[in-house]
């Protein structure tokens, strides 16, 4: 199994971001991925998680209304589109395939939001 994110830089606040993660190893249709973030000094916290379907998404209050999470199994790929972007996002973004008898997790991009 194997998980890359892409996407993550510096916005202004109020800005947009879209990070992508690309998925391989595994049959990606059948499972949930989420995205999750750790900023400096917090504990990591899930954002966003869709069904393997991509028909159900759930997600963390904090990024309610903000946040959507996509997925496109044709590529095996997910998606989370960040708008209006606060320095309390300021993290770094985690792609996952959490909640079997493993859990793999990518190596994380870096989302830095300020002015």
């Known amino acids: 199994v194997q998980l890359v994110e892409s996407g993550g830089g510096l916005v202004q606040p109020g800005g947009s971001l879209t990070l992508s993660c690309a998925a391989s190893g595994f049959t990606f249709s059948s499972y949930h991925m989420r995205w999750y973030r750790q900023g400096p000094g917090k504990e990591r916290e899930l954002v966003a998680t869709i069904a393997g379907t991509g028909l159900s998404t759930n997600y963390a209050d904090s990024v309610k209304g903000r946040f959507t999470i996509s997925r496109d199994n044709a590529k095996d790929m997910v998606y989370l589109q960040m708008n209006s972007l606060k320095p309390e996002d300021t993290a770094v973004y985690y792609c996952?395939?959490?909640?079997?008898?493993?859990?793999?997790w990518g190596q994380g991009t870096q989302v830095t939001v300020s002015s």
């Open positions: 996952a395939r959490t909640g079997g008898l493993r859990s793999f």
